[in-house]
Structure formats: structure tokens, C-alpha cells
């Protein structure tokens, strides 16, 4: 059974930098592209960042946070972390992590991922 765990938000002010963690277990890691989304209250889940099987060896970050985010994998520790600098008032939100084979993006939407985990919050403010 597929598990993904998330940690690492926080209170953080605007400028400031957090990195989150997606552990995950039931699954061999290095056979899935691992997706960062988030959602804030009211809006839609938006995708962040997604990072291909090793095999594949490339990402995909939304505009909104190109230049600021940056997803890496850790095969060995089965862990995807999303390093997060610069934050902005309008990046707050519940961030996840989800499974999927690729990483494909319609219209700069992530779509195609299954498993997900239950979320870690992200709070930006002064």
C-alpha cells in the first residue's frame, strides 16, 4: 500500500525559505514521478513542481515559481523534498505530494497522479 507523508511547514515570513519532505513507503520511490501540489482556502489545487523517475532525469515548476522552487529526489532515503526560497504572501496553502508515472502538464496543469498524501500547511506571513 502506497504512503506518502509530508513535513516540514511552517510560519514563515514573506522572503523566507522552508524546505518540505515526501517520505514515502509501499513503493519502490525510483519508479515514480512525485508532484507538489498545493491548495489555499478557496481556490483550487494548482500543481508546484514534479520531478521524473530517475530514468527520465527531469523537472517541471509552475511559472509562479520558477526561479524560487526547486524539487529533488533522494532515492536511497525514498524521499522528495521541495526546496522553497523567497516565499510570497500568495504561496501559502496545504502542500502535497502525489504519485504518478510521468510528469505531463496540460495547459501548465499537472495531471495523472493517484496516490497522495495528507498534506503539510504553509503559512507566509510577517
Known amino acids: 500500500q502506497v ?12 522572503g523566507g525559505s522552508l524546505r518540505l519532505s515526501c517520505a514515502a513507503s509501499g513503493i519502490p520511490l525510483d519508479g515514480y514521478a512525485i508532484g507538489w501540489f498545493r491548495q489555499a482556502p478557496g481556490k483550487e ?19 509562479s515559481v520558477k526561479g524560487r522552487f526547486t524539487i529533488s529526489r533522494d532515492n536511497a532515503k525514498k524521499t522528495v523534498y521541495l526546496q522553497m526560497n523567497s516565499l510570497k504572501p500568495e504561496d501559502p496553502g ?6 504518478s508515472l510521468v510528469c505531463t502538464a ?15 500547511q504553509v503559512t507566509v506571513s510577517s
Open 3 to 14: 504512503q506518502l507523508v509530508e513535513s516540514g511547514g511552517g510560519l514563515v515570513q514573506p
Open 45 to 63: 489545487r494548482e500543481g508546484v513542481s514534479c520531478v521524473t523517475k530517475p530514468s527520465d532525469g527531469s523537472t517541471w515548476n509552475a511559472d
Open 94 to 99: 496545504v502542500y502535497y505530494c502525489a504519485t
Open 106 to 120: 496540460v495547459l501548465g496543469k499537472l495531471i495523472g497522479f493517484t496516490s497522495w498524501g495528507q498534506g503539510t
